[in-house]
């Protein structure tokens, strides 16, 4: 078995390493052992090995060379986003080639000859077509001055220390072929079993390592690139299927077998409108999990204005029928007190008890509440995170609600579970459209249900962008809304480096619109953060009861606040928000039956990626599109909720862009456990042993409790 012990071997007793460098590969890079060094993957591949045609290229990432001509050129845009464009060909197909710095100097150049050129860079594709960024332009017939020979090499990332000690990409990708010099005659001990190689197409794993550093051609490195991108991607899924039987093993959870007189009364005599095809749906599968004696850990995703929040309560009252307590948990007071007063409306011709319990709940009512809640009067609790504080002590806790589930932490989750033995059915919910791959693998441990219908007769938003130069047609149409009866919210951004600042923006936008939307004609409130909470309360509510008809505020609105007859939503500093962010505060209206707008301001001068992403928002209201949109951008680290969670740390997948071997490799998972549930068959043994090592990282158990 020297095999297996081969890539254990501690990376000091690679020759040309040593203890001084082998500290710093562990400290810069966390390697190891050989093993380690071996998935340190390049980040990308100088391919001068060959001057490929345009019509071959098949995928991004690499740099590559080719020979051809350049037909035209042109400069576009001003000042900030000048850039200039040429069209390059080599017969067999188009680049655009781009420069945005040096422009003047590549002009020169270009003016000056008129002959065939080698270009060298990384093809990309964007809006379908080739285009490749500051190419290098090498002269053929000019002699080199290097008389290294040209290759297909990899490029490894460092650090300044490393760099320090000497361990440059260069110096990494020369330790790294006299490790792959020294495997060549072994055995590399396979992670996948051969009967997924085979129906795969995968590259075997030792090939796939020895082409993702030195690829034999691009087709190899691709192939290399597949492999291990599936194998990652697959033990993700996986582990968090895993997990997941288990859990449901070892939670068995309370059975609510029936649908009774509370849920019956409400649902033929309190709800005002009909249910939509896909809230049915989402009812129906969340009753076949209460029914089924196994714990429920639902994830109900949901546009916003979709209508998760009577979803909910149709399953509290199914909770209730069975003879269980529920508690619905918010992230902010407003939104908690939004719940509470809406939900006592709707309950207000049955004899429930609800109670509201948060952060400024008197202390006289605090003891009533927790004493009514321990011997079992109160049916529902509403909150916010004052909920899981360790005194609320619940008589039978049944199921308990997360709404805006990004807002809260993995914690917060746990801390609900552990209010009732067995622990109570969770549903979460969330209105940050994440991708369904990003889904499943953040939240994989989750059962997934989704609204993806909104109520009947909603008009879709009008969406505009409009610049800093247009404000006046912005206060013309806000004086012609609010004749109409309407109300209108502006918002403006948080800027985190300074709160002061945003102050003074909010401050500035108040002084302005209260020029040109005087008193006593129109009437404005204004709310932000840094408010003592009965001022904001009063705003608020000043708002809410229509006695004024514009809302200024920082973004303390973004959530659930449900305002009907506020048809107007303006962004101030649009170009400052998350796209996921802009698509929240846009949902806050539309509500009602009344047209809706959304105006997005920004100032005259634009980034192109700032302007691509407003142009994104004008043209859809599918959050989910948005999402992806945001996804394919600037990648899933920026996503609401995403940031802290380790699990998107992939050495080479991209779940931006592998979206396609996700989906495969989640379903093989599945099928897998399906069959063997503890990969006991034979044609098992290796993605058994690989999961019993992947399953013993502590960090993994954390994150999913
Ligand atoms: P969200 O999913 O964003 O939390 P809410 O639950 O706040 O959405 O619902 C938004 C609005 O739509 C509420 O005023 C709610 O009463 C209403 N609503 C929910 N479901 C329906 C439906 N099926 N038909 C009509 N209106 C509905
Ligand atoms: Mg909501």
Request: contains cysteine.
């Amino acid at each position: 078995m020297e095999s297996i012990d081969i890539l254990n071997t501690p990376i000091e007793f690679l020759k040309g390493v040593g203890p001084k460098r082998a500290a710093t590969l562990q400290k810069e890079f966390n390697i190891f052992t050989f093993r380690d060094l071996l998935y340190n993957f390049p980040y990308r591949h100088v391919d001068k090995s060959t001057v490929y045609r345009i019509i071959d290229i098949q995928a991004e990432g690499s740099y590559m060379q080719f020979k051809g001509r350049i037909t035209s050129y042109q400069i576009i845009g001003q000042q900030r986003n000048k850039r200039l464009s040429a069209q390059f060909t080599d017969g067999t197909g188009t680049l655009e080639l781009v420069w945005f710095n040096g422009i003047k100097w590549i002009e020169d150049i270009l003016k000056a000859n008129h002959k065939e050129w080698i270009i060298f860079g990384k093809p990309t594709l964007f809006n379908h077509k080739w285009n490749m960024s500051h190419p290098e332009l090498i002269d053929p017939t000019a002699k080199s001055e290097q008389t290294v020979p040209q290759h297909f090499y990899p490029i490894y990332n460092t650090s300044e220390k490393a760099k320090k000690s000497g361990l440059d990409s260069k110096s990494i990708a020369k330790l790294t072929a006299l490790l792959l010099t020294q495997l060549m005659s072994r055995n590399i001990q396979e992670t996948l079993s051969p009967n997924l190689i085979e129906v795969h197409h995968l590259l075997g794993l030792k090939s796939a390592l020895f082409n993702i550093h030195y690829p034999q051609s691009q087709n190899h490195l691709a192939m290399a690139q597949y492999r291990l991108k599936f194998e990652e991607l697959f033990y993700v899924q996986l582990k968090l299927l895993k997990l997941k039987l288990i859990n449901s093993k070892r939670y068995r959870g309370h059975i609510f077998a029936q649908v009774g007189e509370n849920f019956n009364f409400f649902y033929h005599h309190c709800l005002k409108f009909e249910l939509t095809g896909a809230q049915k749906r989402v009812i129906k599968e969340i009753r076949a999990d209460l029914k089924s004696g196994q714990q429920m850990n639902r994830l109900l995703q949901g546009d916003v204005g979709s209508g998760k929040t009577i979803t909910a309560l149709l399953v509290m009252l199914i909770a209730l029928d069975n003879g269980f307590q529920s508690c619905l948990m918010a992230p902010t007071e407003i939104l908690a007190t939004q719940h509470y007063e809406n939900i006592t409306k709707q309950l207000r011709n049955m004899n429930i008890q609800v109670a509201l319990l948060t952060g400024s709940s008197k202390t006289s009512e605090r003891k009533s509440i927790l004493e009514k809640l321990k011997n079992g009067e109160i049916s529902i609790l509403i909150g916010t995170h004052a909920l899981i504080e360790n005194e609320v002590v619940f008589k039978n806790l049944g199921l308990a609600v997360i709404d805006e589930q990004h807002r809260f932490g993995v914690e917060q989750r746990a801390k609900l579970w552990k209010k009732n033995v067995p622990p109570p059915h969770i549903l979460v919910m969330t209105a940050t459209p994440i991708p369904r791959t990003l889904a499943m693998t953040l939240y994989g441990d989750l059962d997934l249900s989704i609204i993806d219908e909104l109520p009947k007769g909603r008009k879709p938003i009008i969406t505009k962008h409009l610049y800093e130069k247009d404000r006046l047609l912005l206060f013309g149409f806000i004086k012609k809304q609010i004749a109409l009866g309407r109300q209108v919210f502006v918002v403006y951004p948080l800027i985190k480096e300074s709160e002061t600042m945003d102050l003074l923006n909010l401050e500035a936008g108040f002084e302005a619109m209260s020029h040109a939307f005087p008193l006593p004609q129109y009437a404005i409130s204004m709310v932000h953060g840094k408010m003592k909470n009965e001022v904001k309360d009063f705003e608020m509510q000043r708002f809410i009861k229509n006695e004024t008809s514009i809302l200024l505020s920082t973004t303390v609105i973004e959530v659930g606040i449900d305002i009907p007859n506020a048809s107007v939503m303006v962004i101030e500093n649009a170009e400052r928000f998350g796209l996921s962010q802009l698509h929240q505060l846009r949902g806050r209206v539309g509500r009602g039956s009344d047209q809706s707008y959304c105006i997005l301001m920004s100032g005259d001068k634009l980034t192109n990626e700032g302007k691509k992403r407003l142009e994104a928002m004008v043209s859809t209201t599918d959050g989910f599109e948005i999402a992806n949109f945001d996804l394919k951008l600037r990648g899933p680290g920026d996503l609401q909720g995403t940031q802290q969670s380790g699990i998107l740390d992939f050495k080479i997948a991209d779940i931006s862009k592998d979206e396609k071997i996700l989906t495969l490799t989640r379903e093989i998972a599945s099928k897998l456990l399906e069959n063997d549930p503890n990969l006991t068959h034979p044609e098992h043994v290796i993605v058994a042993q690989q999961l019993k090592e992947k399953l013993k990282s502590e960090h993994f158990f954390g994150m999913i409790s």
